[in-house]
């Protein structure tokens, strides 16, 4: 609970400035997941996968960072995550965030 609080305070803040062109080499590891349409990941039990392109910088950001601490919960992103610097989190934000409109 306290996690998507602090995701959605995220989320209103502006994110910080990163470079969309920087994360080119990182986002081949989420097109596979987060670009399928109605995917879903069955490790360790099935969980609805989001689309993320055109969700905002700050979101991305924020969910990132809390799945880093450990504060949001899917070991995949758990560990992706913890390998990702903060510049690289901003570059991926900014990236998904120019990719478009999310998925309804």
Known sequence: M???AAST???QQPAAAGD???AE???SMCGGCHSIP???SSFPRVYRVPKIAGQS???IEAALRGYARGERSHPT???VAKTLTDKQIADIAAYY???GVPAK
């Open 97 to 99: 965030a120019e990719r």
């Open 9 to 11: 305070a995220y989320a």
């Open 25 to 27: 080499p990182y986002v």
């Open 77 to 79: 992103m758990n560990g």
């Open 2 to 4: 306290a996690a998507a």
């Open 57 to 59: 910088a700050g979101y």
């Open 38 to 40: 109605g995917y879903q």
């Open 20 to 22: 969309a062109k920087a």
